[in-house]
């Protein structure tokens, strides 16, 4: 099973703020297979980003991801008051399709 | 519109049997994997399992093999997770969401691109 370990735990953070999340892999994982998710409070995720770095539909430019082989990382540029949330990878190239802990991006 | 509608809350005691449905519309059912995510409170995302409708091919997570049974009834476009003895530790939410397989070039990308809204299962004596 590959183990996905995300950092930090929690980000503080104030709007305007660039974030930075990592996601380390276990194994690696090719970049097709890493997608990245939003959740905020009592909702279901929401994805932002597909095969490490592409765009989900309707997802603001100011969210950007990259990595490849067991290291990715989640960038927004600039944070926006409704980017405060939780934040999940989950990776696809291997059963179980395991997520990450998550991160949780908090307001400073 | 593509819709995945999950069924309501349910509150059972330990030892019962439950099975929660997620209906898909506004795409073709039987063309896209159903996969199940549980949330426990406060916790994080679980991948539970995946179901391929068309065929009802089947996949489950270690952790939840044996534990929960995952089914399809392709005729009304609807998903199904079910147990036949709940315990506590069953207390979470339960997110239904469509798996895609979209080409790229020379590959594949896979992700989960649309959501039910969860199905809160509560257990307790």
């Known amino acids: 099973e590959i183990v996905l370990t995300q950092s930090p735990g929690t980000l503080s953070l104030s709007p305007g703020e660039r974030a930075t999340l990592s996601c380390r892999a276990s194994?690696?994982?090719?970049?097709?297979?890493l997608a990245w998710y939003q959740q905020k409070p009592g909702q279901a995720p929401r994805l932002l980003i597909y095969?490490?770095?592409s765009r989900a539909t309707g997802i603001p430019d100011r969210f950007s991801g990259s990595g490849s082989g067991t290291d990715f990382t989640l960038t927004i540029s600039r944070l926006e008051p409704e980017d405060f949330a939780v934040y999940y990878c989950?990776?696809?190239?291997?059963?179980?399709?395991?997520f990450g802990q998550g991160t949780k991006l908090e307001i400073k | 519109e593509v819709q995945l509608v999950q069924s309501g809350a349910e509150v059972k005691k330990p030892g019962e049997s439950l099975k929660i449905s997620c209906k898909g519309s506004?795409?073709?059912?039987?063309?896209?994997?159903i996969g199940w995510v549980r949330q426990m409170p406060g916790k994080g995302l679980e991948w539970m399992g995946i179901i391929y409708p068309g065929d009802s091919d089947t996949r489950y997570s270690p952790s939840f093999q044996g534990q929960v049974t995952i089914s399809a009834d392709k005729s009304i476009s609807t998903a199904y997770l079910q147990w036949s003895s709940l315990k506590a530790s069953d207390t979470a939410m339960y997110y239904c969401?469509?798996?895609?397989?979209?080409?790229?070039?020379?590959?594949?990308?896979?992700?989960?691109?649309?959501w039910g809204k969860g199905t809160t299962v509560t257990v307790s004596s």
């Open positions: 194994q690696s994982v090719s970049s097709s297979y």
């Open positions: 506004g795409y073709s059912f039987t063309s896209y994997w």
């Open positions: 989950q990776q696809y190239g291997s059963s179980p399709e395991t």
């Open positions: 095969g490490a770095s």
């Open positions: 969401a469509r798996r895609v397989a979209a080409a790229g070039t020379g590959y594949y990308y896979y992700y989960m691109d649309v």
